[in-house]
Nanobody, 123 residues
Framework: QVQLVESGGGLVQAGDSLRLSCAASGRTFSSKAMGWFRQTPGKEREFVATISRGGTSTRYADSVKGRFTISRDNAKNTVYLQMNSLKPDDTAVYYC????????????????WGQGTQVTVSS
């Protein structure tokens, strides 16, 4: 099984930046597409970004395009989400997820999920 451990969340002010990290266990990380999703209380999980297994292709939600950047380091089994120009409506629990070598924007395409890390943007 794949285990994902997220870190980097916190409380920031509007306009600030955060970098989220997600470390994956196992030896199959490089064969999996990775994604970031976010969720607020009472709302459905929302797609944020995804990256191909080789790291050469990315896709973003319109709401974060131009502000967020997803990347991965397969040697470290880690995926990142660089978040710039944060807005209050970016406040959510952010989850990383791994797929089966498939890039997708929908939750069912991902098999494993992290526990989530809270991002709160004030002002």
């Amino acid at each position: 099984q794949v285990q994902l451990v997220e870190s980097g969340g916190g409380l920031v002010q509007a306009g600030d930046s955060l970098r989220l990290s997600c470390a994956a266990s196992g030896r199959t990380f490089s064969s999996k597409a990775m994604g970031w999703f976010r969720q607020t209380p009472g709302k459905e999980r929302e797609f944020v970004a995804t990256i191909s297994r080789g790291g050469t292709s990315t896709r973003y939600a319109d709401s974060v395009k131009g502000r967020f950047t997803i990347s991965r380091d397969n040697a470290k089994n880690t995926v990142y989400l660089q978040m710039n120009s944060l807005k209050p409506d970016d406040t959510a629990v952010y989850y990383c997820a791994s797929g089966r070598s498939v890039m997708a924007t929908s939750s069912p395409a991902y098999d494993y999920w992290g526990q989530g890390t809270q991002v709160t943007v004030s002002s």
